[in-house]
């Protein structure tokens, strides 16, 4: 088989293995598995940035908040339908990615990761401002009507599943597509050496921009489906601790593999799950956690794998 | 009161803000310059800090005074200890490499919010402050009789917080007189002018590392000290000081000393004096766009140099 075929027969298995445990699990880690895919959808929006891009960003609570407001508040507001809802939290993603990608990028570095903190966390404290609107922290709850897709009623747990299998199929999909394309082949050349790419003839400002554009899109797609999902939108997940997730997620689970944000969400969730079953501090198990596979498995779960055998993981 | 006695009394909250801000972010910015990591547990060094002297304080039960010096001089020793340890354990064995760093002082953080918890408990507890008289001070205004001082109601600072300020501009004079005047000092420049030369003339780097990262965990502790008689230890404390220093260091510029302390005092007094006329959070919004919109249009900060 090329790796091409392998690459592919992978990421259809990894689809194919999510409908069977449909099938299979319980119905309690059917509606975890709901969420993980959902969140993995997020994290692999990061990736794009962080993992292939090589840029760090610390605000991407931002672009994931701004999807899930999009959504939220124009359903809230206006009552728009559903799918033009989700458009809305696509496009406020669209723009706001547009902005701060403009801004940020003439930093870099150390930098880089601050101006978007500062922006997220700007963005943050405009929700709380706007409270009496947004309901700042205390969040509200998505209208019956407004999680109505096409007649399908996605508050029910099967529909759910299936919904938010489909969204990271096409996620997982369509970044091993992309990472395999000349765009994905030039935005990892500027991760590898940047000055390098530029004496090759590569826009590499116009590249990076495409990223955060194509990231923070993605980010907000995966807020808006989180609301719709879930049915809640809250100020809790444009604090900092939702732009840290996403890079401890795909840290973990291996930056720049496709495969990796997936892990890194499952291995994190089911840590955090498994270990507040029997104690308190599960945080505790969680940092312990971090610590050990930060010092054995340097390149995240999937980086190992690819490091000790398939070096072929895309 | 008028707007000039508030005004007064707001710079002297910001200026108590931005002394304890100067210290914490002094400490982080000591550790990026040498050691080029981002130590995100930083705020967690800080919050053990308060803890611990919440601990020293109690425990000696003696006249509050005591407790206090005692918990001024030990606290900061121990969280250094703890933050040289694991150094030692934790990030020389991954090489500093800056990612992994970023990684492995979340997990830090996590452990020590956590054992925190589980020891110290939910609540925020207060450290008595040694000495805390009221000062009122007095305001020059135009009067029937030309010039008058008056004593407006509510424009008053307490002793201790006049302390506080006097202390931070001890211990970073101090500071500022290790780096340039003792070997030690020579040492730390060396190690951030180029690591691998000064290893080759001699410099022990990962022992300086130790010491380095036990400094800046000491310089956070020292602050959280300061800071616990007015503001109780709270087992979250150290969320906003990370924050905050984060953005000092990077506006006063990576790796200059007396750019982190300009820019802490710039942020403080800010934060201190917009917060008394606007709403608290259109005043953190216009704050922290305008530290974006400083980096944007100046990357390398207010006194950094700019990269090639």
């Known amino acids: 088989m090329t790796d091409r075929a ?137 209208s019956d009507a407004g999680r109505t897709l096409f007649g399908l009623d996605l508050s029910d747990e099967a529909t759910r599943y299936w919904a938010a299998l489909v969204l990271l199929a096409t996620a997982l999909l369509g970044t091993a597509a992309l990472v395999k394309s000349r765009l994905g082949r030039a935005l990892i050349a500027v991760r590898e050496n940047e000055e390098r790419a530029q ?40 604090t900092v601790q939702y732009s840290i997730f996403p890079l401890l997620w795909v840290l973990l689970g291996g930056a720049g593999t496709t495969i990796g944000p997936l892990i890194g969400v499952i291995f994190m969730f089911y840590l955090i799950d498994i270990s507040s079953g029997f104690t308190d501090a599960y945080m505790f198990i969680a940092g312990v956690a971090l610590l050990i596979l930060c010092l054995f498995a340097p390149q995240g779960i999937a980086g190992e794998i690819r490091r000790r055998g398939l070096k072929w993981l895309p | 009161m008028d707007f000039g006695p508030h005004l007064l009394l707001a710079t002297l909250e910001g200026a108590v803000t931005a002394a304890i801000l100067a210290l914490t972010a002094m400490g982080l910015s000591i550790v990026f310059g040498v050691m080029r990591v981002v130590n995100v547990a930083h705020g967690e060094f800080y919050m053990l800090g308060a803890v611990i002297a919440w601990f020293i304080a109690t425990s000696l039960g003696a006249h509050p005074a005591i407790g206090f010096v005692a918990a001024l001089l030990l606290a900061p020793l121990a969280v250094g200890a703890i933050a040289a340890v694991s150094d030692r354990l934790i990030l020389s064995r991954i090489d500093y490499d800056p990612e992994r760093t970023i990684v492995a002082t979340i997990g830090l953080l996590y452990i020590i919010q956590q054992a925190t918890l589980m020891t110290f408990g939910p609540d925020a507890r207060p450290v008595e402050p040694p000495f805390n008289h009221r000062i009122a001070l007095p305001w020059v205004e135009w009067g029937d009789g030309g010039l008058a001082l008056y004593w407006p109601w509510g424009l008053s600072i307490t002793s201790y917080k006049l302390f506080i300020i006097g202390a931070a501009a001890v211990v970073l004079t101090g500071i500022w007189l290790v780096m340039t005047r003792t070997r030690f000092g020579l040492i730390m420049r060396a190690t951030q002018q180029d690591r691998e030369m000064a290893m080759v003339f001699g410099v022990p780097v990962d022992r300086t590392f130790a010491y380095v990262f036990g400094l800046g965990a000491g310089l956070a502790a020292i602050g959280a000290v300061l800071v616990v008689p007015v503001q109780q230890a709270h087992y979250l404390m150290g969320h906003d000081p990370l924050l905050l220093s984060f953005i000092v260091v990077i506006i006063g510029g990576l790796g200059s000393l007396p750019g982190t302390v300009i820019a802490a005092i710039l942020i403080g007094m800010t934060d201190g004096i917009i917060s008394v006329f606007f709403s608290p959070t259109l005043a953190k919004i216009i704050a922290t766009l305008a530290v974006a919109m400083v980096l944007v249009f100046r990357p390398q900060g207010l006194m950094g140099k700019a990269s090639r």
């Open chain 1, 6 to 142: 392998k690459s592919y027969t992978l990421h259809v298995g990894i689809v194919v293995l999510l409908a069977v445990l449909f099938f299979v699990l319980p119905a309690y880690h059917v509606g975890n598995l709901a969420r993980i895919m959902v969140l993995a959808v997020y994290a692999i929006g990061y990736n794009l940035l962080f993992g292939y891009t090589g840029l760090l960003s610390l605000g991407h609570a931002l672009f994931f908040a701004a999807g899930m407001y999009g959504f939220g508040m124009s359903i809230h507001l206006w009552g728009t339908p559903t799918a033009l809802a989700l458009v809305l939290g696509g496009l406020s993603g669209l723009v706001v990615a547009g902005i701060v990608g403009f801004l940020a990028l003439r930093t870099r570095d150390v930098a880089f990761m601050i101006v978007t903190l500062m922006f997220a966390q700007a963005g943050y404290l405009t929700i709380l401002y706007f409270g009496p609107t947004t309901r700042g922290d205390e969040g509200f709850v998505v």
């Open chain 1, 199 to 238: 004496m090759l003839g590569y826009d590499t400002t116009r590249l990076k921009y495409i990223a955060v554009v194509l990231s923070g899109t993605l980010s907000a797609v995966a807020g808006a489906a989180y609301a719709i999902l879930f049915g809640y939108v809250g100020g809790t997940f444009a």
